[in-house]
């Protein structure tokens, strides 16, 4: 035991530097590359503000590699999927333009079902970004339903299944993602933006990041019985997303309103949906420590599912980070609405409900900090809370209108 703490002390008290491997280095140094490269080639499309999240995306993703080593590969996968289908979609859409095609008709022969003459295998079946996002849907609902087999038959091998399709849902979606920002270029110089300004774009958005999320606390607490729960709230945003695919034509790319024409969506809008992905985690919990402390000693639910202890510290954490971001937004928010409305803030519907939102966590984790309050009536509210974030993200758009209305179903 004293060699084993020994060994463990010695790691800890090493420079952090030297805890790097050769992957971090090559990982880190092919991002600076991207960057750069980025920069060098698109930089007249920037100005100063956009140059600065471009470099500051670059650091992140460094420092996100080199804490959490599993997403290096995701990360490494993604780029090079999005870079095939980017430089093998836009001589393909050229030699359409060539035939009298638009930018959107070449797009749409090549990733159609109907069209024979003009459409591609990759890009109907995986490499569109329409073709990625199913791939991500099925996935994510894959995962769903393995990861409740795992948890009933107690199967550690359907547990790893589930966890790696989580991972290759992720990775899609943000092909998809990649894809689509490319897409919307090809379409219409004018028409091209980051992809998270409508709800079919930040429902994925939402899918990804909360995946992520929970990918990152499943490694951290060692523990894949939860996996169900938080993909469930994942694979309902992801039926969702295919109504509004397929009875709204939602996946169609729009040009911008003039209000989103900013480079604060871009910073904005994720650390708004990372808030949301971890509101959504901690309710999901919630759900199984409930389910968990209504069950009898000794029964299934208190032989599978984690100890009580560990999902209410895993709520209090996912809250605690999850406010911070979303305080983050609320503020970038603000200052987004002083440059586009003359006004920082202006009770408009959205706004209100985003500080309903921020203050019913405030006082969540007040309350936990200060009154120490934990277990069911904490994981009550934050199953309350999700539901008032959901008509906040959701509601505000079906049922009230304002200065938010270009979001509305």
Not at 62 to 81: E, N
Not at 86 to 101: C, F, H, I, R
Not at 141 to 162: E, G, N, Q, W
Not at 284 to 296: E, F, G, H, N, Q
Request: with cysteine.
């Amino acid at each position: 035991m004293s060699v084993t703490t020994e060994a463990i002390s010695n790691d800890f008290n090493k420079p952090f530097v030297k805890t790097l491997s050769v992957y971090d280095w090559v990982f880190s140094i092919l991002v600076v590359i991207g960057t750069v490269y980025a920069w060098n080639g698109y930089t007249s499309l920037m100005d100063v503000y956009e140059v600065g999240i471009l470099f500051g995306t670059g650091l992140s993703m460094i420092a996100l590699g080199w804490y959490w080593k599993p997403s290096r590969s995701l990360m490494l996968a993604v780029a090079a999927l999005s870079i095939y289908a980017v430089t093998s979609y836009e001589p393909a859409v050229n030699a359409l333009k060539d035939q009298g095609m638009n930018g959107l008709q070449a797009i749409t022969a090549l990733a159609s079902l109907d069209d024979k003459t003009n459409s591609q295998f990759l890009f109907k079946f995986f490499l569109s970004s329409t073709s990625a996002v199913m791939w991500m849907s099925a996935l994510y609902i894959l995962a769903t339903l393995t990861y409740f087999i795992a948890m009933f038959s107690r199967s550690d091998f359907s547990a790893k299944v589930a966890t790696r399709m989580t991972w290759m849902a992720t990775a899609m979606g943000l092909v998809g993602l990649m894809v689509r920002w490319r897409e919307s270029y090809l379409i219409n110089f004018e028409y091209g933006h980051i992809p998270v300004s409508n709800l079919y774009e930040v429902f994925i958005l939402f899918a990804i990041i909360t995946a992520l999320i929970y990918l990152f606390y499943e490694m951290r607490y060692k523990t894949k019985a939860l996996g169900g729960f938080v993909l469930f709230i994942i694979s309902a945003a992801v039926v969702f997303l295919l109504w509004y695919q397929f009875n709204k034509d939602a996946h169609e790319i729009q040009p911008l309103v003039p209000a989103l024409q900013s480079y604060w969506m871009k910073i904005h809008v994720p650390a708004n949906f990372i808030g949301y992905g971890c509101f959504a985690l901690s309710a999901m919990v919630a759900v199984a420590y409930l389910i968990r402390d209504k069950a009898s000693a000794g029964g299934f639910a208190d032989r599978t599912l984690p100890a009580a202890e560990l999902m209410d510290d895993l709520m209090y954490k996912s809250i605690a980070l999850g406010f911070a971001f979303f305080t983050i937004a609320t503020v970038l928010g603000a200052l987004w609405a002083g440059e586009a409305w003359g006004g920082y803030w202006s009770w408009d519907p959205k706004e209100t409900w985003a500080l309903i939102v921020w203050l019913n966590y405030a006082a969540w984790l007040h309350m936990r900090l200060t009154k120490g309050w934990r277990g069911a009536p904490m994981a009550w509210w934050s199953i309350v809370g999700l539901f008032v974030t959901l008509f906040a993200f959701l509601g505000v758009n079906m049922f009230l209108s304002g200065l938010h209305s270009y979001g509305e179903l």
